[in-house]
């Protein structure tokens, strides 16, 4: 599968999103190194803080479902330019080590970036004096 392959399963993924505040809706496609593609939408609350977007409701599809090895991400609205992933889906992009993330919108424009590039002195286990050990 390549990225505009993954870029039409987001866009169409986007049409479940729940967005009645916003009225921005998102889609998300995410590619499992099993070969398996886990889908999101953005969900949206009217506490607008229990909101929760496209790329990690795909992300916590797949790692709810065993997945902890990926290939690719793909993000997709209507948006004027290839849209980008929020600060908190970068950071969970991150952990999962999602390397590579396809930003893009409902006509043909496509951006793909690496996750390090998106997002540049990540914390991680590794910012911990601790390691995540008690
Ligand atoms: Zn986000």
């Given at each position: 599968m390549d990225a505009k392959e993954l870029m039409k399963i987001a866009r169409k993924a986007r049409q479940n999103a729940y967005a009645?505040?916003?009225?921005?809706a998102v889609g998300a496609a995410l590619l499992a190194e099993s070969g398996r593609v886990y889908t999101g939408c953005n969900i949206e609350n009217a506490?607008?803080?229990l909101t929760c977007c496209a790329e990690r409701n795909a992300i916590f599809a797949a790692v709810g479902a065993?997945?902890?090895?990926?290939k690719m991400l793909a993000v997709a609205a209507d948006?004027?330019?290839p849209v980008a992933p929020c600060g908190a889906c970068r950071q969970v992009i991150a952990e999962f080590g999602i390397p590579i993330v396809v930003m893009g919108n409902l006509k043909e424009a496509i951006k793909t970036m690496s996750a390090e590039e998106l997002l540049p002195y990540g914390f991680g286990q590794e910012s911990m004096n601790n390691k995540g050990e008690k």
């Open positions: 009645p505040y916003s009225h921005f506490s607008y803080g065993g997945e902890r090895r990926f948006s004027p330019e």
